[in-house]
């Protein structure tokens, strides 16, 4: 596994930079009994081979979730998915980064099964100081039921950028300078369950679950996390205005280069079937600021 250092969740002091005062910087390959803890689905979340592999399940009774043991204020966190195969029409795999409380921020993954052959839908959104409506959703470019691939979130205090398999499909900037609020001051823990959303998930919830299918089960692996954490005990969050220095790790300046933009604006042209920025009926007295920032 590569990670500049590994350590377990309450020894995770590694790198620490002065103006990070109780927040400290991991880089964590992951297993899933040290870095996360099943939260409901009563036996149907599991923890496998060592803790290298976790199944979410979902029958008619109840779905399953897991959350991490860690809260992280920026980083790079990548996780490998591979989704609910066959006739998946009405399920939901939700991955996501959450904070607490009612002004709550949130990254948003969420995959929209189908019926078999048909694609799934990977929605998007973003929230911030409890706000969303910033959806974006896409096709994605190969089935991500066939096999595992990564799906990562790149937070740091500038943007917030998702990948698929490392190719950029979204970019969230920070616009603060025009008005619109970005996460950078709550610590938020990874989520996932897997759960019924058959009233919109599916053709806007034309199609339902068929049980006689159940259980419905996804997969994950290979997580990874060089992100800043909140180490145990600690109440202060990491300082988002601290000025770059040299020992800071290459996830907190990350930007799209050339190509990265070039990706993204492909990813966008043949991937992308909503976004809300487009969305002129839905915002009729105009679009969100960020829509028509340049
Ligand atoms: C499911 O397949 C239909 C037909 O191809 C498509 O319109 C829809 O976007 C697909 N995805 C979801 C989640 O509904």
Redesign the pocket.
Known sequence: MTSLISCSSNVSVTLLISVWVTFVIIATAGNFYQDFDITWGDGRAQILNNGELLTLSLDKTSGSGFQSKNEYLFGKIDMQLKLVPGNSAGTVTAYYLRSEGSAWDEIDFEF????SG????LHTNVFSQGKGDREQQFYLWFDPTADFHTYSILWNPQRIIFYVDGTPIREFKNLESIGVPFPKNQPMRIQSSLWNGDDW???GGL?KIDWSQAPFTASYRNFNADACTRSSGASSICNSNSPANNNNPPWLLEELDSAGQEALQWVQRNYM?YNYCSDTKRFPQGLPPECTAK
């Open positions: 929209l099964g189908n019926l048909d694609p799934y839908i998930a599916t053709r199609v079937i």
